[in-house]
């Protein structure tokens, strides 16, 4: 079975334009969730998206946002760019089955710089 | 509060060696699941093992092993015969609930060295 895909691998943007970023889940997988990695903040959760719904999400600014398709793949949009979202943007897809059991398996990752 | 501490930034052991590496948690929560993740230099993050809070046997996955004590809210990773490849971070992982809403939380992380 293939793993979760993210697609691109690398992006350098400046401040002030807008991102796109892609997610594959496993295949089967209907969650999709969101994070952002810096070495100051660690790990942090953005969002999860449910059977293209969102029904969890972080303590991120408006200008992230995200959505996901009826295959359950899943973009995130990051508007106005800034130097401090410059990070590494971790996917992670899972089966839901009873919540606390759910495994998330990770993508490779996206790593954005902005400058 | 912090949920998930971990106390080890940095560690070192020797190949061949066993090392553990510290989690504690916080949650008021009955049903909870408790994850270590893997993230080599490469940047992906690897499942490694999972415990949930009715387990009542430590998980066990080939070299890993998750010492679980509930009472003390602590659930370290033990891994036995260190590989140059153990090299990594490591982030230990909580999630609460038995409903859909709840999302994981992670740990600062430790970097485990390991020295030929």
């Known amino acids: 079975k293939a793993g979760v895909t993210q697609t691109p691998r690398y992006l350098i943007k400046t401040r002030g334009q807008q991102v796109t970023l892609s997610c594959s889940p496993i295949s089967g997988h209907r969650s999709v969730s969101w994070y952002q990695q810096t070495p100051g903040q660690g790990l942090q959760f953005l969002f999860e998206y449910f059977s293209e719904t969102q029904r969890n999400k972080g303590n991120f600014p408006g200008r992230f946002s995200g959505r996901q398709f009826s295959n359950s793949r899943s973009e995130m949009n990051v508007s106005t760019l800034e130097l401090g979202d410059s990070a590494l943007y971790l996917c992670?897809?899972?089966?839901?089955?009873?919540?606390?059991?759910?495994?998330?398996?990770f993508g490779p990752g996206t790593r954005l710089t902005v400058l | 509060a912090q949920k998930i501490t971990q106390t080890q930034p940095g560690m070192f052991v020797q190949e061949k060696e066993a090392v553990t590496l510290d989690c504690t948690y916080d949650t008021s929560d009955q049903s909870y699941g408790l994850f270590w993740y893997k993230q080599p230099s490469s940047g992906e993050m690897i499942f490694l093992i999972y415990?949930?809070?009715?387990?009542?046997q430590n998980a066990t996955e080939g070299r890993y092993s998750l010492n679980f004590q509930k009472a003390r809210k602590s659930a370290n990773l033990v891994i036995s015969a260190s590989q140059l490849g153990d090299s990594a971070m490591y982030f230990c992982?909580?999630?609460?609930?038995?409903?859909?809403?709840?999302?994981?939380?992670f740990g600062p992380g430790t970097r485990l060295s390991v020295l030929p």
């Open positions: 992670a897809s899972s089966a839901p089955l009873a919540g606390s059991t759910d495994t998330q398996y």
């Open positions: 415990q949930g809070s009715y387990d009542e």
């Open positions: 992982a909580m999630r609460e609930g038995g409903n859909y809403g709840q999302n994981f939380v």
